[in-house]
């Protein structure tokens, strides 16, 4: 079946550093992948997607692409701030009739220091 | 604020009590799912329904079940609780039947503590 796997955190990174979260899939067709993130206290929110090989998505700072080769899809951001403390879930979900189901890895706490 | 709302917020109950918890989706969004959230699992799907309809069926336990109303808000039955049951459960919504091409909204969770 499908599945998702992120890198262990906590991740714990100073303000402005560079941010790598690895995502790599397993997937029987050509799914669609998400990164979500979740702040203190609340629900998922999208962060950015990509739907086909080679798409880059982008939001707040934050890429990732989506590169069918490695089946990966690592979340970056060039600079982090204090408010990109959070933990951020990388999923996907196939394409076709019946597809109903959103994997999510099991999410990678980052904290932002100053 | 994603516009899904969830009640109660928190909910501690006993175990082999019963509990429902509530989710209000979206304006306009017809698919609404729910996942469970806890320490060891991670997200786990549970169930999916598309405009009163059930479309998928994830982890879910027998002893939890849902339903889509006609006003699209959704309930999560669970009853004869076990401690193994806290978490955080979570309701989604979307427009379209599948996450693929319409992303879902997340609301803020439901606590629940079974004692």
């Known amino acids: 079946g499908d599945s998702v796997t992120q890198m262990e955190g906590p991740v714990t990174l100073s303000e402005e550093a560079f941010l790598t979260i690895n995502c790599t899939y397993t997937?029987?067709?050509?799914?669609?992948l998400f990164w979500y993130v979740q702040y203190p206290g609340e629900g998922l929110q999208l962060l950015l997607k990509?739907?086909?090989?080679?798409d880059k998505g982008s939001n707040k700072g934050f890429e990732a692409t989506y590169r069918k080769e490695t089946t990966s899809f690592h979340l970056e951001k060039g600079s982090v701030q204090v408010s990109d403390s959070a933990v951020y879930f990388c999923?996907?979900?196939?394409?076709?009739?019946?597809?109903?189901?959103?994997?999510f890895g099991k999410g990678t706490k980052l904290s932002v220091i100053p | 604020d994603s516009g899904v709302t969830q009640t109660p917020k928190h909910l501690i109950t006993a175990t082999g009590q019963r509990v429902t918890l509530r989710c209000s989706p979206r304006?306009?969004?017809?698919?609404v799912y729910w996942y469970q959230q806890s320490l060891d699992q991670g997200l786990q799907f549970l169930i999916q329904?598309?405009?009163?309809?059930?479309?998928a069926k994830g982890n879910i336990l027998e002893r939890f079940s849902a339903q889509q109303f006609p006003d699209l808000h959704s309930e999560l039955n669970l009853s004869s609780l076990e401690l193994g049951d806290s978490a955080l459960y979570f309701c989604a919504s979307s427009v379209g039947q599948t996450p693929y091409n319409s992303p879902l909204h997340f609301g803020n969770g439901t606590r629940l503590t079974v004692t």
């Open positions: 304006s306009g969004d017809l698919s």
């Open positions: 997937a029987t067709g050509y799914p669609s």
């Open positions: 990509a739907t086909k090989a080679d």
């Open positions: 999923a996907l979900s196939e394409s076709g009739a019946g597809s109903y189901q959103l994997t």
């Open positions: 329904y598309y405009n009163g309809e059930e479309r």
